[in-house]
């Protein structure tokens, strides 16, 4: 997974964060709070953001309003899992990673790898096993 340019990121963040269907308009009055940008450069890159797969669009009046199609996570986790595949030695490379973890992010793994685990036995159990 290609990591999205700074536009593109400020973009997405607007979107994932605000949670609704959006207007180019809104984006560029919210990002031209902090920095100029161009109307039509927005647009473009919202264009480029629905070819590319990560908004759907329906049209308000004469605008597009954008959407994400996928949330802030599978792309979060897209990223790792393509620098974990680059790595040659993937056993090292999460071990480096873990180490150098957070308490509060080593707990998170944890609570996720224990959730994972039990979706993986639960047919089992439904079906009358044992843990």
Do not use: C
């Not at 004469?62 to 986790?77: L, Q, S």
């Not at 897209?78 to 999460?94: H, P």
């Amino acid at each position: 997974m290609r990591r999205l340019g700074d536009l593109e990121a400020e973009i997405m963040d607007r979107l994932w964060r605000w949670q609704r269907p959006t207007t180019v308009r809104e984006v560029v009055d919210d990002i031209n709070r902090t920095r100029t940008v161009a109307y039509t450069t927005v647009m473009t890159v919202a264009d480029i953001l629905h070819r590319k797969g990560w908004l759907r669009r329906h049209k308000v009046g004469r605008a597009w309003a954008y959407e994400p199609v996928r949330g802030r996570e599978d792309y979060t986790a897209g990223l790792m899992q393509d620098a974990l595949g680059r790595s040659e030695d993937r056993q090292a490379a999460l071990m480096r990673f873990v180490e150098h973890m957070s308490q509060e992010d080593f707990a998170a793994l944890d609570a996720a790898l224990r959730a994972v685990g039990r979706e993986e036995t639960a047919p089992a159990v439904e079906a009358g096993g044992e843990r």
